[in-house]
């Protein structure tokens, strides 16, 4: 299937990108692979997108948006994947905190936390998985107890992306112990800096320095942080989660690895010639390309249906996510394969090819298959809340 634009979309495209280019510093290789200095850098570049009204350009112009053509989103999305998502963590703000926030939050709430994330001045980390609780959400046992016109919260949470540098944590928490797992939970929009609050550091094996445990010892909170109804949170992170999946267009990131592993192999000889000639790889990168081709399709389909007014559902953007992470991990295995011991190579090493980026996008897609929803919990949402098939 070929899609062709309008000169306007095309028009959009092409300034979006050039604003990108010429903004970006020339050390900057991704969000995941340029090291400490690219994490900090990422919230200056946010600052540079509101100002130019980029950053939230998606969002209804009451809310500090530009009420953006389904269109112009998706392509302003690709830019971004394209760059190695230079936004950063604010990606979250942007595609379902946000949104998030406009469809439960009270009008402070909205007035507050909209307007500095359509600045680019706040960065946010999700309070979700918890020691005894990831896949199963719904198990978690972090608790907010009501005192007064207060919360008191205790708990922990567990690999918290940018926690360490996040200003405000979107928690989820246990309001009612005795009620259905998934009828007694609330949200809480929680500042870090608040007393109680500890953030310790994990180690990964990815080499990603952004992972976390936070601590919440008898931190009280004012009632106003809560978000949306009390016991009713289950139907916030629904639609957040929702918001979530969707946002991403990953199939654009896998297009550039594909890009690099296409040049490598015109370029490195083997026997008798370039590694291009050798027809099992020529095959390989074909079926990696198709599968691009069918993920951005489905990606494209959810666009189709949002620009109707309809809401795709949550079978549909776990559909489109399953497809995007299988085809990061396909991927970069197949860079690897084809790289050899040089894909080891990591960014510090100078013969490293292209800079050490496709080994570390190596080690970081394991967990693609985990975030936002193991892979297995993507399958059980097409099954039974898209294809209605019995538990």
Same mark, same amino acid.
């Given at each position: 299937?070929?899609?062709?634009?309008?000169?306007?979309?095309?028009?959009?495209?092409?300034?979006?990108?050039?604003?990108?280019?010429?903004?970006?510093?020339?050390?900057?290789?991704?969000?995941?692979?340029?090291?400490?200095?690219?994490?900090?850098?990422?919230?200056?570049?946010?600052?540079?997108?509101?100002?130019?009204?980029?950053?939230?350009?998606?969002?209804?112009?009451?809310?500090?948006?530009?009420?953006?053509?389904?269109?112009?989103?998706?392509?302003?999305?690709?830019?971004?994947?394209?760059?190695?998502?230079?936004?950063?963590?604010?990606?979250?703000?942007?595609?379902?905190?946000?949104?998030?926030?406009?469809?439960?939050?009270?009008?402070?709430?909205?007035?507050?936390?909209?307007?500095?994330?359509?600045?680019?001045?706040?960065?946010?980390?999700?309070?979700?998985?918890?020691?005894?609780?990831?896949?199963?959400?719904?198990?978690?046992?972090?608790?907010?107890?009501?005192?007064?016109?207060?919360?008191?919260?205790?708990?922990?949470?567990?690999?918290?992306?940018?926690?360490?540098?996040?200003?405000?944590?979107?928690?989820?928490?246990?309001?009612?112990?005795?009620?259905?797992?998934?009828?007694?939970?609330?949200?809480?929009?929680?500042?870090?800096?608040?007393?109680?609050?500890?953030?310790?550091?994990?180690? =990964? +094996?990815?080499?990603? @320095?952004?992972?976390?445990?936070?601590?919440? $010892?008898?931190?009280?909170? #004012?009632?106003?942080?809560? /978000?949306?109804?009390?016991?009713?949170?289950?139907?916030?992170?629904?639609?957040?989660?929702?918001?979530?999946?969707?946002?991403?267009?990953?199939?654009?990131?896998?297009?550039?690895?594909?890009?690099?592993?296409?040049?490598?192999?015109?370029?490195?000889?083997?026997?008798?010639?370039?590694?291009?000639?050798?027809?099992?790889?020529?095959?390989?990168?074909?079926?990696?390309?198709?599968?691009?081709?069918?993920?951005?399709?489905?990606?494209?389909?959810?666009?189709?249906?949002?620009?109707?007014?309809?809401?795709?559902?949550?079978?549909?953007?776990?559909?489109?996510?399953?497809?995007?992470?299988?085809?990061?991990?396909?991927?970069?295995?197949? =860079? +690897?394969?084809?790289? @050899?011991?040089?894909?080891?190579?990591?960014? $510090?090493?100078?013969?490293? #090819?292209?800079?050490?980026? /496709?080994?570390?996008?190596?080690?970081?897609?394991?967990?693609?298959?985990?975030?936002?929803?193991?892979?297995?919990?993507?399958?059980?949402?097409?099954?039974?809340?898209?294809?209605?098939?019995?538990?």
């Amino acid at each position: 299937m070929e899609f062709s634009w309008s000169e306007e979309d095309l028009a959009f495209r092409r300034e979006a990108d050039a604003f990108v280019k010429e903004t970006l510093p020339p050390w900057w290789t991704g969000q995941y692979t340029s090291g400490e200095r690219g994490r900090v850098y990422t919230k200056e570049f946010c600052q540079k997108l509101g100002e130019r009204g980029l950053l939230t350009m998606a969002w209804p112009k009451e809310y500090g948006g530009a009420d953006a053509p389904i269109w112009n989103q998706v392509h302003f999305k690709e830019i971004m994947a394209a760059y190695g998502e230079p936004r950063g963590p604010q990606y979250m703000n942007l595609n379902w905190i946000g949104p998030s926030i406009m469809l439960f939050g009270t009008d402070e709430q909205k007035s507050y936390h909209l307007g500095r994330m359509s600045k680019g001045d706040v960065i946010w980390c999700q309070g979700f998985s918890e020691p005894d609780a990831g896949s199963d959400l719904a198990s978690l046992k972090t608790r907010a107890v009501e005192d007064g016109d207060d919360y008191v919260i205790n708990g922990q949470k567990v690999w918290t992306s940018n926690a360490e540098r996040a200003e405000v944590c979107f928690l989820l928490a246990r309001t009612d112990p005795d009620a259905p797992k998934h009828r007694g939970i609330s949200v809480f929009l929680i500042d870090m800096d608040t007393p109680g609050v500890t953030v310790r550091k994990i180690k =990964s +094996m990815s080499g990603w @320095g952004g992972l976390n445990e936070v601590f919440f $010892d008898d931190v009280r909170v #004012p009632r106003s942080t809560m /978000l949306g109804e009390k016991n009713a949170g289950w139907s916030v992170i629904t639609a957040a989660l929702n918001f979530e999946r969707i946002g991403q267009p990953r199939y654009e990131a896998s297009k550039i690895v594909i890009d690099k592993v296409i040049k490598y192999a015109t370029t490195t000889s083997h026997g008798d010639g370039p590694l291009s000639k050798d027809p099992v790889l020529r095959q390989k990168i074909a079926q990696a390309y198709v599968r691009y081709r069918a993920a951005r399709v489905l990606t494209y389909r959810l666009a189709s249906i949002v620009a109707k007014g309809d809401d795709p559902g949550p079978g549909e953007s776990s559909m489109n996510r399953i497809h995007q992470i299988l085809l990061s991990q396909h991927t970069a295995n197949l =860079s +690897m394969e084809v790289l @050899g011991l040089y894909g080891r190579l990591q960014p $510090d090493v100078p013969d490293a #090819p292209f800079q050490g980026v /496709l080994e570390h996008d190596w080690r970081w897609c394991v967990s693609s298959t985990i975030a936002a929803g193991t892979l297995e919990i993507q399958k059980e949402q097409v099954a039974v809340r898209g294809l209605g098939l019995p538990r």
